[in-house]
């Protein structure tokens, strides 16, 4: 891990960066405000690494992050920089950082922005702390990500929607989630939502297993169904796994619908345990700037807050609990 003596960072800059998630604001106020409790000035930079390209800064104060706790989406704004990908548009995001007298970052987003950063801090050295803020709690190093515990209740309270007109029906409904590669969101929606089956990219999917859990389950009393697909499940999402069922006669007599939940997941005010996680790390990370540390990525690990180096959140797959996956098997 990376660590110099202290050394006195003075102003920072803070971004949120990469698909949005419930919470970053709560990270951001926590981070500006324990910022300024070390006296440090404190920069917002809109847009993540596009707005560090092209030097869209915003001096922030305590009162500009007043009254966004409790809010979705970000107030910094987020994009993804094809710009940032490229050894000119990193050394254009390092001389604006000169420019403007920032000597600190704190950057909140997924995987990707943990990797932008690493290879910014390898050729330009501002020391810099990464908040792990994607809801698809698919980062090394912490057990959950901000915006995840906001992502899944929303997925749930989805199916538990969907449940009344499948069972009104009599229909099958392949409901797929986001998680990108990763099947954290869809195994835990599908044991919280009740789902009879569960299809996720850490698991290989057989359809003929598929097909026949289906049908057994679609028979006698029980005519509806819940299937819960993971967005990055190695078939493929819920429109492509739907196209296999059509195709088999056996499923002709049963009405099937796919809903996708999309952006639906992302929105929507933070749950408390994310406000609470995000307000822990937003905090941590600064904490953690001014220890010296740079290049790391805060977490919560077993309630206690960890430091990791970035390369190995983003160099490393986080598993899923293979616990839950029997769980879901006995409970369907
Ligand atoms: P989410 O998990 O919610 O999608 P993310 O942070 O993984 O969030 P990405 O779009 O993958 O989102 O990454 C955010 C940004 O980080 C990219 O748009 C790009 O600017 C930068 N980035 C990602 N990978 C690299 C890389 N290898 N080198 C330089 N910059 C990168």
Redesign the pocket.
């Known amino acids: 891990m990376t660590s110099s003596p202290a050394h006195a960072i003075r102003r920072i800059g803070i971004y949120t960066?990469?698909?949005?998630?419930p919470g970053m604001n709560a990270c951001v106020r926590s981070a500006v405000r324990s910022a300024l409790a070390y006296d440090l000035e404190v920069v917002g930079i809109r847009r993540?690494?596009?707005g560090m390209i092209e030097g869209d800064l915003v001096e922030m104060d305590a009162k500009s992050v007043s009254n966004i706790l409790q809010k979705g989406g970000t107030v910094l704004k987020s994009?993804?920089?094809?710009?940032?990908?490229t050894v000119e548009g990193?050394a254009r995001a390092a001389e604006n950082l000169r420019k403007a007298g920032i000597d600190g970052l704190v950057a909140i987003?997924?995987?990707?922005?943990?990797?932008?950063?690493s290879?910014?801090y390898d050729e330009h050295q501002v020391p810099l702390v990464g908040c792990p803020?994607?809801?698809?709690n698919?980062l090394f190093g912490t057990d959950e990500t901000i915006?995840y515990d906001t992502a899944l209740n929303t997925a749930i309270e989805n199916i538990d929607r969907i449940r009344d007109t499948a069972d009104a029906h009599d229909r099958l409904f392949l409901i797929e989630v986001m998680g990108?590669d990763s099947g954290f969101i869809a195994l835990n929606c599908g044991i919280g939502g009740g789902a009879e089956l569960v299809l996720i990219p850490e698991q290989l999917t057989d359809m003929d297993e598929v097909k026949r859990q289906i049908l057994s389950q679609m028979t006698g009393q029980t005519r509806s169904s819940i299937v819960v697909v993971a967005e990055g499940d190695e078939l493929g999402g819920a429109s492509i796994i739907s196209d296999a069922l059509r195709g088999d006669p056996a499923f002709a007599h049963i009405d099937l619908r796919v809903c996708i939940l999309g952006h639906t997941q992302r929105g929507g005010s933070p749950t408390a345990r994310d406000r609470v996680l995000a307000s822990r790390l937003g905090s941590a990370a600064v904490d953690a700037l001014m220890e010296g540390h740079a290049n790391v990525m805060v977490g919560v690990v077993d309630g206690e807050i960890t430091l990791t180096p970035s390369r190995n959140v983003w160099g490393r797959k986080k598993s899923i609990d293979y616990d839950l996956i029997k769980l879901t098997n006995l409970l369907r």
């Open positions: 960066s990469g698909g949005d998630a993540g690494y596009q994009a993804r920089s094809t710009e940032f990908r990193r987003g997924g995987d990707g922005t943990l990797r932008g950063a290879v910014f803020g994607t809801i698809d698919d915006g990108r």
